[in-house]
């Protein structure tokens, strides 16, 4: 009887600690599919996946909202948002936020042209031969964005754009012939050229020459100065990742989307 009577104790307890010490961690970015995608749907984006999966195991919640780049970058540097999803130190210099030690996607940042183009990227300076559609508040790498922000008011050179659905609004720009290439990851451009059932007028023209451990992404957290926890949320994704990998559920994950394991 006295033992009965200690197990359901110790079953309140748990039930009681795991209530009173769960969180609901709230993760933003702008839509960028399949890295994320649309809120509460079946396929939320593989990222996305990743986190609920992880942080359910440490009973947290996780909560995707989709946000432009610069307000989610805003946003989690004030708080109100815990995790930026598709960060890198590159794309949020300065911000001083809480990165896992191992990413959870990486990225292949490429050009892409009409298909009627010949063009293709070779360095910095075949870039003076096109008008370049990109999105505010991005980074692309120490070279590409030396010679964009070298040119950024230079319209006949640059388009650089905000705001919600960006690179949709960039691929509709690349058919209207208001710019001439497009910069951005191979998975996403492919993807959101296919929603809008014109990746069959494009064509890839080069990538951005970076090396692959540079494109590595992550959800990274709050800065400790704002929130304490974000050391934890960070310990938890890096935890997480490993043990998906071993187990194999990041396999069936990425599955889902058409992916593959990059490491």
Request: hydrophobic letters at 40%.
């Amino acid at each position: 009887m006295k033992l009965n009577i200690i197990i359901i104790l110790v079953i309140i307890f748990q039930l009681f600690h795991s209530l009173i010490y769960a969180d609901t961690v709230i993760i933003a970015a702008d839509q960028w599919c399949p890295y994320n995608c649309e809120p509460e749907s079946e396929k939320p984006g593989f990222m996305v996946e990743t986190a609920i999966t992880i942080f359910k195991e440490h009973g947290h919640e996780v909560k995707y909202v989709i946000r432009p780049w610069k307000r989610a970058q805003k946003e989690v540097i004030e708080g109100l948002i815990h995790g930026l999803i598709a960060s890198t130190p590159q794309n949020s210099i300065g911000l001083n936020l809480e990165y896992p030690r191992i990413e959870q996607a990486r990225m292949n940042n490429c050009f892409f042209t009409l298909k009627d183009s010949s063009w293709s990227f070779d360095g910095t300076d075949s870039l003076k031969k096109v008008k370049l559609g990109i999105i505010q508040g991005y980074n692309y790498g120490f070279e590409i964005q030396s010679y964009v922000d070298k040119n950024i008011n230079n319209q006949w050179m640059i388009q650089n754009i905000a705001g919600e659905k960006a690179l949709e609004r960039n691929i509709k720009k690349l058919i209207k012939k208001r710019v001439t290439a497009v910069l951005e990851d191979k998975s996403v451009f492919r993807y959101t050229a296919n929603q809008l059932g014109v990746f069959d007028q494009l064509r890839f023209a080069g990538n951005d020459g970076t090396a692959p451990e540079s494109n590595n992404l992550y959800i990274a957290f709050t800065p400790l100065t704002v929130n304490q926890k974000s050391k934890n949320y960070a310990e938890i994704l890096l935890r997480g990742m490993e043990q998906l990998r071993s187990t194999g559920k990041l396999r069936n994950i990425l599955a889902k989307y058409g992916l593959s394991d990059w490491r």
